[in-house]
C-alpha cells in the first residue's frame, strides 16, 4: 500500500506539472499560486524550475517552524519535480504550438483543467503530505486558528493572484498580458476544481489506491 501511495503521489505530481506547461501555452490564466510564480518569473532571471525550488524551500522553512505535521514525501517530489517539469513541458510546447489561435489556446486551457484535477486527485488521495503553499492556509488555519480553511485558502488565493499581477507590472509586463496570467482560467481552477477533483478521487485515485481492477475486483495491497 505504502509504495501504492507513493507511485500515486509522483504521477500525481508530475501530470499536475505537465498541466501547468499546458496552462502556461493557453496563456488565459493559470491557477493562483501560479500566477505569483508567474510574475516572480518575470521579474527574476533564473529558470522557472530553479525559481520554483527556491520559492518553496522559503514556503518549507515557514512550515517546518511552525507545524511539520504537513510535511512528507509528496512534499519534496512537489518541491524538486514540478517547477523543472513544468519548464521542460513549456518549452517543449512552445515548439509545437507556435503563436497558438484563439481555439487552441481555449483547446489547451479545457486540457490543462481536466490533467490537472487528475493529479490532484491521485497526489491528495495518496495523503502522503500537502505541498508547501498548501500548507500554509493550513497552518494559519488549524494551526494558528485564524478562521476556517475555505476562508483562508480564498485570502492566500486572492494574495497570490494581486501579488502575481503587480510584480509581473514592475517587471516591465504590459497590462493588457494580464490575462495570460490572471484570467479565465485563474477563475475556473478557482472556483470549479474541488467538484472535479472530486470526481475523480471517485472514479479514479480511490480505486487506484484500494487497489480495485477494471473488472471490480481488488488485487493483493502492496
Known sequence: MQRRRILMSLFGVIICAISVGIFKIAALGV????SLMSGLDA???????????IVNVILLLFTLFTDRHYIGIATFINLFLLGYITQFT????QKIFVNPNMPIRIACLVVGIVIICIGSALYMTADLGVSTYDSVALILAN????GQFRFIRIGTDLVCVIAGAVI??????????????????TIITAFFMGPLIEFFN???ARP???GKS???SFEESN
Not at 168 to 176: A, D, H, P, V
Open 31 to 34: 491557477d493562483p499560486f501560479q
Open 43 to 53: 521579474l527574476i532571471p533564473i529558470s522557472f524550475g530553479t525559481l520554483y525550488v
Open 90 to 93: 513549456y518549452e517543449m510546447l
Open 143 to 146: 494551526k494558528w486558528n485564524l
Open 168 to 185: 509581473f507590472l514592475i517587471s516591465g509586463g504590459n497590462i493588457k498580458d494580464i490575462p495570460t496570467i490572471v484570467g479565465i482560467g
Open 202 to 204: 471517485a472514479k479514479m
Open 208 to 210: 487506484m489506491l484500494n
Open 214 to 216: 477494471q473488472n471490480g
